[in-house]
């Protein structure tokens, strides 16, 4: 009789921790859903859009902009079948577009693409860095002159020195996509914070990289002697 008084009491007593236990269970999760929903309605509100799948994270980033910088050619398809301009021209908080994101892995034909729906190929982030800017520092001739084509200023200042893709390239020794600007209207008499032009910026870089193969010095000395021909021209 004793023992059976006892196992009824444990059970009641497991009972009453499994049910104490299951309520908490579902106040958690409740909560955990209101907070959810909470944060859902914080970022929507501050997007203003509530309909927009786009944006994939409070910093503004999107779905667009992985796919971009993975290089992922079908994503950016199946995304742009949905997406506005307005989407495709959206920006982080630190104003990266999915444009800016194409630069880096070097894909003409996403960037064409994206300049095709629209991107803003005069885009700037918050240091105020261009798509042509950034690509005019990775030596991307094919993409800077795709830039260009959707009108691209090639004469763009970036940054507190104040430099423009000319300046950048000839700083950092991109023959072709200095060459390239020249030929497609930068200006080489522009000058920079510190109040040095491009011409300078490759003199700069010809005088620390001499020790290359003697081609490739040639082809720096002839970005110099342009550049230089650029300073004397009236315009």
């Known amino acids: 009789m004793f023992d059976g008084y006892t196992a009824i009491l444990a059970l009641f007593s497991l009972v009453a921790i499994v049910s104490f236990f299951l309520l908490r269970v579902s106040r958690s999760m409740d909560l955990r ?17 509530q309909d927009d799948f786009f944006v994939v994270d409070a910093t503004g980033k999107t779905i667009l902009m992985q796919a971009v910088a993975q290089g992922f050619a079908e994503g950016i398809d199946h995304v742009l079948v949905k997406a506005s301009v307005e989407a495709v021209n959206s920006a982080t908080d630190d104003g990266t ?9 070097g894909n003409p034909a996403i960037v064409a693409r994206l ?9 700037a982030d918050h240091d105020g860095r261009t798509p042509l800017w950034l690509a005019a520092h990775k030596e991307d001739g094919r993409i800077a002159a795709l830039l260009l084509d959707y ?8 940054g507190k020195n104040r430099l423009t893709p000319l300046m950048v390239a000839a700083k950092n020794g991109r023959i072709e996509v200095a060459n390239l600007l020249l030929d497609r209207g930068a200006n080489p008499r522009l000058v920079s914070g510190d109040g ?40």
């Open 196 to 235: 040095r032009t491009a011409a300078h910026f490759a003199r700069e870089y010809f005088k620390e990289n001499m020790g290359g193969q003697g081609a490739h010095n040639q082809k720096l000395a002839r970005m110099v002697l342009r550049l230089e021909a650029g300073l004397k021209k009236k315009g």
């Open 115 to 123: 300049l095709d729906f629209g991107a803003q190929p005069n885009a």
């Open 151 to 158: 009108k691209a200023d090639p004469n763009c200042r970036v």
């Open 97 to 105: 577009t999915a444009l800016h994101c194409a630069i880096a892995p």
């Open 33 to 49: 859903e209101k907070e959810n929903d909470d944060c859902k309605m914080v970022f929507f509100w501050r997007f203003r859009r």
